[in-house]
Nanobody, 123 residues
Framework: QVQLAESGGGLVQAGGSLRLSCAAS????????MGWFRQAPGKEREFVAV????????DYADSVKGRFTVSRDNAKNTLYLQMNSLAPEDTAVYYC????????????????WGQGTQVTVSS
């Protein structure tokens, strides 16, 4: 069973920064690209960022480009998301998962999700 544990969320003022972490089971972390997704109240979960297994390639949703940076530490089976210049529209529960791409879009590879970590940005 896939194990994913997100942490690092919190309440921050607009313009502030947060760094999220995701501890993943080695089985999933060692084989796949990993990424972040988020779900705001009343909205569907959406793709945020992805990083290749080697860490050499990244991609981002247009809404976070230039503000968020995804990274990974394969030795620690840990994924990170550095979020800068946060805005109220970034308020959501953030989740990590292995990622697959299809038709130019990104999807979670596994149907199991962690508990997520809440990010709230006040204006």
């Amino acid at each position: 069973q896939v194990q994913l544990a997100e942490s690092g969320g919190g309440l921050v003022q607009a313009g502030g920064s947060l760094r999220l972490s995701c501890a993943a089971s080695r089985r999933i972390f060692s084989d796949y690209a990993m990424g972040w997704f988020r779900q705001a109240p009343g909205k569907e979960r959406e793709f945020v960022a992805v990083i290749s297994w080697s860490g050499g390639s990244t991609d981002y949703a247009d809404s976070v480009k230039g503000r968020f940076t995804v990274s990974r530490d394969n030795a620690k089976n840990t994924l990170y998301l550095q979020m800068n210049s946060l805005a109220p529209e970034d308020t959501a529960v953030y989740y990590c998962n292995a990622v697959r791409s299809f038709g130019g879009a990104y999807y979670a590879r596994d149907g199991s999700w962690g508990q997520g970590t809440q990010v709230t940005v006040s204006s």
